[in-house]
């Protein structure tokens, strides 16, 4: 890929790629921006994706950057409509690969059910950017019976995890790191509107609270929602489900899967008359098999999440701060 | 006659002081009163000038063994006229609280005879004590110490012995501890979480001494926390037991019934024997002889091991259980491996079922949990080593004066955490408080240190901290001076070690220079990288870094600290070729992985305890640690060996120069290591030369910079062996300065951190 000079390949590209590709009939009038109507309520969320390696095992940047921001409206429980697709490629960046990652932009587009609406490219030196750059920006109506707030948690409500922790973060540093398992484990990047809004048709209300658990991983999220909410949650390890070959990867590194990013999941705190409900509605979806009640809001320990260890004593669970510094002697 | 004032401050109650003042008042012959308060104990007469000068002399020579006068003075007051000698008991709060908390005592002997004399009205009472033992911070409510703040108050004495309180010349005259079979406490045995099967005390203590035998586990309650005890020559019942903790390795200690039991199946000189009968009564390491081993599971008590910890009965329940028992069994706090010790009843009943056959409770309250203190005196150079700081010697004071009576609370570090607090000019360090991981400990922490707070009234100004933000202590002191409106203040973790020892030794205006040798695992530097081999320059209040050990690399979390053959790889990264054998300790897929990550490492560590690690695992004596300082001890075991045959010979060191100005070569050393690894000379000689090389390395930079002083602190100093050959070696040549009443390991963090700023130490 060369600079453009003057823009030239950059539009040739949008011409003749990303346009084609990605058609729709809002993206193909071309104006410098685009128009529609959107009644009701609605949800706006966007997000910057610089993930390094681009390609991974189980997705690349691409359909990362679609269902991300999908998630995102997802959490707040909007449905995804429109997205507006941002790339910043750097100079050299092969032609094949970005072909690579606008078809995967394109199948997460299907797949989630949403469309690009507007976009931009932009090329840059080598050494400036690390190969692709993407940001999206989704815009999303919300559901009628959606109202997700940490004010409406409450004492007894039950959290509710969607499937297997810490598939993304481990794929990722395996990569980047050179490292090698027995079985390949692979990113859990996948569109999570769907099972949320069906959620949302069902249980309305009752769904007190939804989160993505990526960057910092589900400790992270769970100690956002008791600060938030100044309530205490405690959580019993043993029904926090990691898959056999992310909890040997994760032990081989040191690492604990609850600090450990997730794309493909997602966290939701319900009234307790509910949860078993919720709990069957996701088992019933095709990557909620592993969904699980990972525990409770309480009033004891506010702001603060403590985890039921497997062998019995309790574990207070932080915020991590940054980088894994070690602490033991 | 005039009316006179004398104020003691101290130790000075719960330690038989009011008794004293008041047989010495009836001797001279002086008329007022004695009262305890929150300051002290109080002193009101009626005297001439210097019959009041001579009963304070006689106060301070008559001062009880287990007192510690801080201050005593004497002053004018108004007058007032006495007609007879009492002692007073009021509920007086006054502000400024002075006085200090006495630590539990060991039953004494007197106590002993009684509880052993089927005459006596206490014959096999398990909670006899008097005014010279028993339990005091365990127990303690508020100040002063008075009956009525503290668990005791739940019981009321019955005519017999309210008669011994009041008589004068009773053991147990103003004795608040005081009780017996009709009016004190009760053993209760559960067979389950709600099933009490028995309160008699014999029929308990026969069914304990019988399923003992049967190779049960039990839980009892101490003093300061529920206790779980197994047959120590039992190698089934000892796996069982650690099974059930989920305790893989660490050793366990051993209750002998009494100090002769002790000496027959221990090598135990006079200070280890005066250890264990001392009032604090710790676990103190022993080597045991050829014979214990007749009596002891020792492969299941303390896997791969020399010492072992051993301690005799420190109350009247314990005496009972040991000597019905009559031989050694395994006495370890109750709790989840990780969790601190189980001290409240409801607790105990939920969860120690899970680990004993049946539970042995009491009605009295435990307010204060502590563990057992672990000692160790070393072999050859007799140097005390405190390796846990709880039971009997917590909450003494350090003999450590601030400058200001500003309140100052230091949080400490994150294993073995601590708190110290400075409040009306006294110094307190709080007991050993668990590993701040599990919420058990931070609750335990929690609680003690707002007993402390409330029970002196104290607001901090300045909350002292380690520097590393991943520590519930640094987090805590965050927290803390949002509630205190407190400023914060955060001192690096070897330097507040170093403080630590200095402050102990009373070191901190010494004139000429001092050199810190701080040596632990892990510690954030002021560079961002990890130390724990460091060497510091004191001088003029200020400390600097003169020297550390080369960095190596090491991964992120604490993959390195657990797995000793990880930090042999990290230490080895750099180098050429690797040693054959170290990859065979991992499978292809983590050695990959491991060399990947140490490849591209942005953490680097000078730890000491890493390279003793390291050097344990090239030995191939430990690769994955199941506690903390395993492996160490392992290389210390097998250098022990070699100077047991060789004494403290040695024919040179593993790093024999180095640049003038450059950090301690690392891979030099380890690069000779395996030299002789491969060369084929034995694991003992090469553990020892290995000790002898890092005792070389202090002389070499003690020589450099031309200082005659050097102290040393971190939890590589916990090493007996290594700290017998520094003195075997220097001794002589320079002034060597230990720890004294506090661990070397980060348990004295929370001190040197107070003193670091109290001092207004910089660096
Ligand atoms: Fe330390
Ligand atoms: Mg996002
Ligand atoms: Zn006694
Ligand atoms: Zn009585």
């Known amino acids: 890929l060369g600079h453009g000079s003057g823009g030239t390949l950059t539009s040739q590209l949008l011409d003749a790629g990303v346009f084609k590709l990605l058609e729709n009939d809002l993206l193909n009038k071309k104006h410098d921006g685009a128009i529609f109507n959107l009644s009701g309520k609605v949800a706006l969320s966007t997000d910057t994706y610089v993930v390094s390696p681009i390609f991974f095992e189980g997705g690349n940047i691409g359909d990362l950057s679609i269902n991300g921001t999908v998630n995102d409206l997802a959490m707040c429980g909007a449905s995804a409509k429109y997205l507006t697709l941002g790339f910043v490629l750097e100079e050299g960046l092969k032609m ?9 932009i394109k199948a997460a587009c299907d797949v989630a059910g949403v469309n690009i609406v507007t976009g931009d490219t932009k090329v840059v030196e080598r050494g400036k950017g690390d190969k692709i750059f993407i940001n999206t920006t989704g815009i999303g109506i919300m559901h009628p019976k959606a109202n997700i707030d940490a004010e409406n948690i409450k004492t007894g409500d039950k959290v509710i995890l969607s499937g297997p922790l810490a598939r993304h973060g481990i794929t990722i540093m395996s990569h980047r790191q050179g490292l090698q398992f027995e079985s390949t484990i692979s990113s859990d990047t996948r569109p999570l509107n769907k099972i949320v809004l069906s959620l949302l048709d069902e249980f309305g209300e009752k769904i007190h609270f939804l989160r993505d658990p990526t960057r910092g991983g589900l400790a992270t999220v769970l100690n956002e929602i008791a600060t938030d909410a100044r309530f205490g949650i405690d959580i019993i390890q043993k029904n926090v489900s990691v898959e056999e070959e992310v909890i040997g990867a994760c032990e081989m590194l040191g690492l604990d899967p609850l600090y450990v990013a997730n794309e493909g999941l997602f966290v939701t705190v319900v009234d307790p008359t509910v949860a078993d409900a919720v709990l069957s509605r996701l088992k019933e979806w095709e990557y909620g098999k592993m969904a699980s009640i990972v525990g409770e809001i309480t009033t004891d320990h506010p702001r603060q999440v403590i985890m039921k260890s497997l062998i019995g004593g309790r574990r207070v669970v932080n915020m991590l701060p940054g980088e894994q510094l070690p602490r033991i002697c | 006659m005039e009316t006179f004032h004398i104020h003691v401050n101290g130790i000075v109650q719960g330690v038989g002081f009011r008794p004293m003042i008041y047989h010495l008042a009836k001797k001279l012959n002086l008329k007022g009163y004695v009262k305890n308060d929150s300051n002290g104990v109080n ?151 709600t099933t009490i099967i028995s309160t008699d005390t014999e029929t308990i203590l026969s069914r304990i001494k019988n399923n003992l035998q049967q190779g049960e586990i039990i839980a009892v309650k101490g003093i300061g926390g529920y206790l779980l005890f197994c047959d120590a020559n039992n190698a089934q019942a000892i796996r069982t037991l650690r099974a059930r903790k989920y305790r893989a390795t660490k050793p366990f200690a051993i209750l002998y019934p009494g100090i002769k039991s002790v000496q027959r199946s221990f090598e135990l000189n006079d200070q280890e024997k005066e250890l264990l009968k001392s009032p604090a009564a710790p676990i103190v390491l022993l080597v045991p002889k050829p014979w214990a081993l007749n009596e ?57 079922f899970d680990i004993a056959d049946f539970v042995v409770s009491n009605n009295r309250e435990v307010i204060i949990p502590q563990d057992d203190s672990v000692v160790q005196v070393s072999k050859y150079t007799h140097q005390q080593l405190i390796f846990r700081r709880s039971r009997g010697y917590a909450p003494s004071f350090l003999d450590y004066r601030p400058k200001t009576n500003q309140c100052i609370l230091s949080t400490g570090a994150f294993l073995k955490s601590s708190f110290t607090l400075s409040v009306n000019g006294n110094v307190f360090v709080s007991q050993f408080l668990g590993s701040a991981e599990s919420f058990e400990s931070q609750q335990m922490y929690r609680q003690t240190l707002k007993y402390w707070l409330d029970m002196y009234e104290a607001k901090p100004k300045i909350i002292v901290t380690d520097m590393h933000p991943g520590y519930f202590s640094h987090k805590y002191a965050f927290e803390f001076a949002e509630k205190f409106d407190a400023k914060v203040k955060l001192i690096q973790h070897h330097e507040a070690h170093f403080a630590a020892v200095l402050a102990e030794n009373k070191l901190i205006k010494k004139e000429e220079p001092v050199l810190g040798i701080i040596w632990d695992g892990t510690g954030l530097g002021t560079d961002r990288n990890i130390w724990g081999g460091e060497f510091f320059k004191y001088e003029n209040n200020q400390m600097d870094r003169v020297n550390h050990f080369n960095y190596f690399p090491t991964i992120a979390g604490d993959k390195t600290a657990l797995e000793p053959r990880i930090a042999a790889l990290c230490i080895l990264a750099e180098s050429e070729h690797q040693p054959s054998g170290l990859k065979e300790k991992f499978t292809i897929a ?30 191939g004596l430990c690769d994955k640690q199941s506690y903390e300082g395993e492996a160490a001890m392992y290389l210390q075991r097998a250098a022990a060996l070699y100077v047991d045959e060789n004494a403290f010979n040695m024919d040179g060191s593993y790093i024999k120069e180095w640049e003038a100005d450059g950090p301690v070569p690392t891979a030099i050393m380890i690069r000779n290591i395996l030299a002789d690894v491969a060369s084929g000379k034995s694991t003992y000689y090469i553990a020892a030369k290995f000790h002898y090389s890092m005792v070389c390395l202090i002389g070499g930079i003690a020589e450099r910079l031309s200082i005659n002083h050097i102290c040393f602190s971190g939890g590589v100093f916990q090493n007996a062996l290594l700290v017998d050959w520094i003195k075997t070696k220097y001794a002589n040549k320079y002034q060597l300065y230990f720890h004294i009443n506090l661990s070397p390991g980060d348990e004295n963090i929370s001190f040197g951190q107070l003193v670091y700023h109290e001092s207004g130490m910089k660096s």
Not at chain 2, 596 to 604: D, G, P
Request: aromatic residues 10%; glycine residues 4%; proline residues 5%.
């Open chain 2, 296 to 352: 002891l599971a020792v492969k299941e008590i303390a896997p791969g091991l020399q010492q072992l910890g051993v301690m005799v009965p420190n109350n009247p329940l314990l005496e009972l259980i040991g000597n019905d028992f009559g031989k050694p069994l395994i006495a370890t706090s109750a709790n989840i491996s990780g969790s601190p010790i189980v001290y409240d009843d409801d607790d105990a009943l939920n969860y120690l």
């Open chain 1, 96 to 104: 094949t690969e970005f072909w690579e990652v606008l078809l995967s």
């Open chain 2, 590 to 619: 983590e050695f990959n992985n491991y060399h990947a990550l140490i490849k591209n490492a942005n953490l680097f560590t000078s730890s000491a305890g890493r390279i003793f690690d390291a050097v344990a695992s090239l030995l």
């Open chain 2, 43 to 193: 002193i009101f007469f009626n005297a001439s000038a210097s019959e009041a000068i001579g009963f304070l002399k006689r106060i301070k020579l008559a001062a009880p063994a287990k007192s510690k006068i801080i201050a005593a003075e004497l002053f004018r007051v108004p007058d007032q006229i006495y007609f007879d000698f009492t002692i007073r008991v009021e509920d007086n709060k006054a502000s400024g609280k002075q006085v200090l908390l006495s630590p539990d005592t060991a039953t004494c002997p007197n106590c002993l005879a009684e509880l052993n004399d089927a005459k006596n009205r206490r014959y096999r009472y398990p909670f006899i004590t008097c005014t010279e033992c028993g339990p005091r911070y365990s127990i303690m409510n508020s100040l002063p110490y008075e009956r009525h703040n503290t668990a005791m108050q739940a019981f009321t004495m019955c005519k017999s012995c309210r008669d011994e309180y009041k008589d004068i010349n009773s053991r147990r005259f103003f004795s608040q501890t005081n009780s017996c079979t009709d009016c004190g406490m009760k053993l209760m045995l559960y067979n389950d979480a």
